[in-house]
């Protein structure tokens, strides 16, 4: 039988349409005229305008990049090339990877890497009046916020964080000393998505709670991290903060169980695209300069085999393939 002939575009997929072609072209013409050709010098001043920032709120992608529903309630801002209820993570996927076209580390986890890992737990476990009081601003790129876990003496042994957050007598606060160190964004951020130790020892006694940096007490130091110099990666201090039970994000001495899902979302989507984009976009470079990722390359690659052979669905399955263009 000969094929239905169609004025319609012809897609490998029935998770793949229009709006996904749309969203890719719309993105890699932003990235390419407004990103691509100013990332080394942003790269240089350790620092992406903010303008750009602000961008990626009003032109809606902030909002489409925390793994659920597009959230109309909470913004009106709108991406161009896609109706909110039409949002997939499909799209998601394809808005991360046409932003790591740039080839910098230090752009791609500016604009999306705190927010990425900071904002979805406050979306999904805090209490609906905190939500209400924060995500718009971070949504329309006004405000920022970030994940503050790793510390000096805990980086992937979470179980074992030592900040400390203790309750006060009236029981209306909780009073947070510690450090937390390469918190990305967390030199520019207003608000900190963070794990406390509010009980015993291990992964039973920590809770997350939202430090706003205008509580007072908080202090962030940049660090220079190769590759990632505009990510703004900081040190982060709390002393003395004084932070309302109100903000507390899920339950006390669960915070644990509440983000270690983040991650496993996380970690495919962000290896996936990023290790790809930027070989494809560095490898004809390096023959004619030094790039800071370059040799990061090798890691992120083995990263990215590591991935594949455990879900090599992602690339072979015909279903799935047409998302994953060259």
Request: glycine share 8%.
């Amino acid at each position: 039988m000969a094929p239905i002939q169609t004025d319609k575009p012809q897609y490998h997929s029935p998770y793949h349409n229009e709006t996904h072609a749309a969203l890719r072209e719309e993105i890699r013409e932003w990235v390419s005229t407004e990103i691509e050709p100013n990332v080394g010098e942003w790269d240089e001043a350790r620092k992406v305008p903010d303008d750009i920032y602000k961008q990626m709120g009003t032109r809606g992608y902030l909002a489409g990049l925390m793994g659920m529903h597009y959230p109309t309630q909470y913004t009106e801002n709108r991406i161009a090339s896609v109706a909110p209820e039409k949002w997939d993570l499909f799209h998601e996927l394809l808005l991360t990877d046409e932003l790591s076209r740039s080839a910098s580390g230090g752009f791609v986890w500016n604009v999306i890497g705190g927010f990425g890992i900071g904002c979805p737990p406050l979306v999904k476990f805090g209490k609906k009046p905190l939500v209400e009081r924060i995500l718009p601003g971070i949504l329309n790129g006004d405000k920022r916020i970030c994940l503050a876990i790793t510390e000096p003496d805990a980086g992937s042994d979470v179980a074992n964080i030592t900040c400390e957050a203790k309750l006060t007598e009236d029981g209306k606060h909780y009073i947070v000393n510690g450090a937390k160190k390469w918190i990305t964004n967390g030199i520019w951020c207003d608000y900190f998505t963070t794990a406390v130790r509010t009980g015993k020892d291990g992964m039973n006694g920590i809770s997350v709670l939202l430090i706003e940096r205008s509580f007072g007490g908080v202090s962030t130091r940049k660090m220079d991290c190769q590759g990632v110099w505009s990510s703004g990666t900081s040190y982060v201090t709390f002393e003395d903060v004084k932070v309302p039970v109100e903000n507390l994000i899920g339950k006390e001495n669960q915070g644990f169980k509440g983000n270690a899902p983040l991650y496993t979302k996380l970690s495919p989507n962000c290896i996936l695209t990023t290790a790809t984009s930027y070989h494809d976009q560095l490898q004809p470079r390096a023959y004619r300069y030094y790039h800071p990722m370059y040799p990061l390359l090798p890691c992120m690659l083995r990263g990215v085999r590591q991935v594949r052979t455990q879900a090599p669905h992602i690339r072979t399955n015909p279903h799935l393939a047409s998302c994953y263009p060259p």
